[in-house]
């Protein structure tokens, strides 16, 4: 049964930061380019971070670059997201996703999971 469990969502002030994880199982982990999206209330989903399966190749959107650090560790099957620098257009849903194929500009998701929420008070 594939999981993915996100964790370490919370509430900051804006400056600060949050460090989100994601516990990968019941696939191969290493397979996978691993993404953290995001759904801010009211709008869309919005790509934040991928990196590709070994890890060699990351990713940001343009509104969390220089911010966000990406990271995964294939040997313990988990995907880690360290976010500095918080702003309150942060606040939003986060979603730890696998996709087996596809890239950064096209990704092909197969996973998601539940998701941990992510506030940022001004």
């Known amino acids: 049964q594939v999981k993915l469990v996100e964790s370490g969502g919370g509430s900051v002030q804006a400056g600060g930061s949050l460090r989100l994880s994601c516990a990968a199982s019941?696939?191969?982990?290493?397979?996978?380019?691993m993404y953290w999206v995001r759904q801010a209330p009211g709008k869309g989903l919005e790509r934040v971070s991928g990196?590709?399966?070994?890890?060699?190749?990351?990713y940001y959107a343009d509104s969390v670059k220089g911010r966000f650090t990406i990271s995964r560790d294939n040997a313990k099957n988990t995907l880690n997201l360290q976010m500095n620098s918080l702003k309150p257009e942060d606040t939003a849903l986060y979603y730890c996703?696998?996709?087996?194929?596809?890239?950064?500009?096209?990704?092909?998701?197969?996973?998601w999971g539940q998701g941990t929420q992510v506030t940022v008070s001004s």
């Open positions: 019941g696939f191969i982990f290493s397979n996978y380019w």
């Open positions: 990196i590709s399966r070994g890890g060699e190749s990351t």
């Open positions: 996703v696998a996709a087996r194929s596809g890239s950064w500009y096209s990704p092909e998701y197969n996973y």
